[in-house]
Structure formats: structure tokens, C-alpha cells
């Protein structure tokens, strides 16, 4: 087999951390192409030694000397891209077969849609991008014949026990229903009350994923089975109402597709990223991932509840954004971006952020997208709008 050429964008997180920990496990089978930050220069300068990265990516280009220093420092003569724009040049660089898009939020966009014009094999972390422009993905991995594999654990699994067929339709191909698993994070069994006073690091403090800040608050309020649902709607061509949640605390059964027949299959494993990476990875082929094995003589039970939508009304809303669709998407994604940034400097408190997102999406008109350029500028619209939200209530 030939080794396959990679980048990494958002290689120093906790999803690009653990790609790279299943990359050292086959060296033979993939060789590192660019690998990218947003400031970590001295992290980042590291891996680049460490995984023989051609090119080193730092998308805040005033770290772009100290960056150079670094590598010099380690011996190490990646080339450095510096820039915003550097994102989407490393995301389509020839030498590169499969991209990991794992940078954080909105931010990530462009690359990560680079990457599928240019027909890259997509390994998608990137959620927000998927939620925020999932019609553009879709009709540009259609036009470059670009595969996009989901590394949400979640999306990850279906895609997993879906039929290889799925993109002609669900119905066509049997299925009824996607059953996302949410683990109902930190707070599942806390009061309303209570949930006032939660701090950023109470709420980062996930009981069974080690995750970046941004996703772990995210989990916390179930914003983040929101933005799943809406990232399962594009990423599986699925009507609204062909997809559910349903809570699931011990994380082991990571999602489940309820066929016509009453047949319901679900995919399980420990809760570590590093599965669905090695999954996304080595697909159709599957690859040691360095994990511990799941026993289910040592978990126990399985429990599984209704989500309950009104201690955790950010889930409700997403529901609402999935069929209202257009710029929904954007506006609800953005203006989460900026509560969650504020809840996590101490601005707002806990159940602030799905009073700010809410107000937001009343405060921003409604519309249909049909480029990128469309996609930023509702973007920027709905963060002006949360951030004024934000502002009336500190
Ligand atoms: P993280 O915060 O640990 O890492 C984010 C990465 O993005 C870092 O490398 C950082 O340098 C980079 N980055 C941040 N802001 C940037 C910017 N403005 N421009 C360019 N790069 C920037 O996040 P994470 O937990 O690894 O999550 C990454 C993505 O994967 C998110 O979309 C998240 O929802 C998704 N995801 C994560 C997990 C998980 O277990 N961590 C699970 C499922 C999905
Ligand atoms: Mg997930």
C-alpha cells in the first residue's frame, strides 16, 4: 500500500492531538503534509518535528517569527504559511490526500470547504462548518467527487451502521430513523436552580470525553446535540423529522439507525475520539486506533432517557433551526459561538447562553444562502447581534 500525504488543520486540540497519536501507530500507511495552529506556536513547532511536517500553519500571523524561531529551535525545516488564508492553501496543497479539518468554529470554514473543492478525502471534526454551509458542502463534494467522512463520534457511528447506499435517500434504502446519543454532559441531573451558578470550568469538567473548551460548554447545555442535529441533516441528506435524540449517559452506544423493519442498529465502543479518527482514517479498511477495548461486563447497564428540553433549552431551539433551515443554521451557530466565548470569560452566566442565542435569532432576519460569501456575511451579522445581546445583559 502506498503512504498517504495529511494535514491536520487545528493539529494542537484535543481532536488533532489524538489524530496525531493514531497517525504515530502507521507510519508505513500516512506521512504528515502541513500541520496547522491558531497561536500555539511551541506546540505546534513540536509536532512538526516530531511528525516530519513539510509545512507549518499558524493562521495568527503576527506568530508567524516566533513560530520560525521555534522550528529552528528543534532542528526542524517545515515551511511556515502564516495567515487566515494559509488555512485554505494547506487544506488543498497537491502532496495532500485526506485532510482532518478539527479547527473550532466558524473559523474553520473556508479550509475546510477547500479542502472538498479540491477533492480531498474530508475528515470532518469541523462541525460548525458542516452546520453553518451543509448545502455548499454538499453540492461541491458532488462536483469534485471529494468523500467526507464524519469524525463526530456521533455521525461517525451512523455512517458507520448506515448502508454504503445512503446518499440515494434514507427512505430508499430502508431507514426510518437516526438516533443520535447525547451523554446529557455535566449537569444531566442537576436542578434548574442550580444550573445559575455553574462556572466555565464546572461546566468544561465532561464525566466521559476529554474535549476542547468550546465543545465541552457545548455538551454541557446541549448546544451541542443541537448543532448534531443539524449536522447529521446534511451530512446524511435527512429530513427533520428522520432524526432524534435521545440521552444516554454511560457514552457507549455512540448513535443508532432504526430501520424499516424494526431492526435498530447501533455502534459501540469506549468513549475516546481516537476510534472514530482511526475509522475516518483507514475507511473502508479498519486500523489499530490504540484504544482500550470495550467490556460490557465492566459497564454494566446502558441507560437511555428523553432529552428534557426545557432545563436545557438550547436542544428545543436547534429543533427549530433545523426546520426553519436557510440561514438558521448560521445565525443559531454564531451567536453560540460568541455566548459560549462570553460564559467562558465570566460575562454571562450558564443559562445565559440560550437566552443570548435566542435573542439573537429574533433579532436577525431571516434568509436563503447560496454562497459562501452569503454564509460570512449572516455570520457576522448574527455575532454583532449576540454580541449586543450579550452586552444588555452584563
Ligand atoms: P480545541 O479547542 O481543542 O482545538 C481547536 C484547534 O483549532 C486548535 O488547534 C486551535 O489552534 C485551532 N483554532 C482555534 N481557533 C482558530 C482560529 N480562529 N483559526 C484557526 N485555527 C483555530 O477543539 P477540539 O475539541 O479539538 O474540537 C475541534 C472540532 O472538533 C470542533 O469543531 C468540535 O466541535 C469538534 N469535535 C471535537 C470533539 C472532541 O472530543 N474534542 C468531538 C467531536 C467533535
Ligand atoms: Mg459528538
Redesign the pocket.
Known sequence: MTSQGITV??????????TLKVLALHPDRYHVIAL?????FERLAEQCKQHRARYAVI??KDKANQLRAALDAHGCSAEVLAG?NA?SEAACLDETEVVM?????A??LE?TLRAVESGKRLLL?????MVIAGELFRKAAAESGATIIP???EHNALFQVLPKNFDKGLSQVGVEQLILTASGGPFLHTERAELENITPEQACKHPN????????V?SATLM?KG?EIIEARWLFNARPEQIAVIVHPQSIVHSMVAYRDGSVLAQMGMPD?RT?IAYALAWPDRIEAGVERLNLADVHKLEFYQPDLERFPGLGLAFQVLEAGGNAPVTFNAANEVAVDAFLHHRIGFLQIASVVSAAMERCKQGKIGSIDEVLEFDRVAREAAVQCVNSLV
Open positions: 488543520l487545528g493539529s494542537t486540540g484535543s481532536i488533532g492531538e489524538s496547522s495552529a491558531h497561536s500555539n493562521s495568527d487566515h488555512l479539518a478539527a479547527i473550532v468554529g473559523a474553520g479550509s471534526a469541523n462541525k460548525e462548518s469524525v463526530d463520534s470525553w476529554d474535549m476542547g473548551r468550546k465543545i465541552s457545548d451541542n448543532l475520539m472514530p
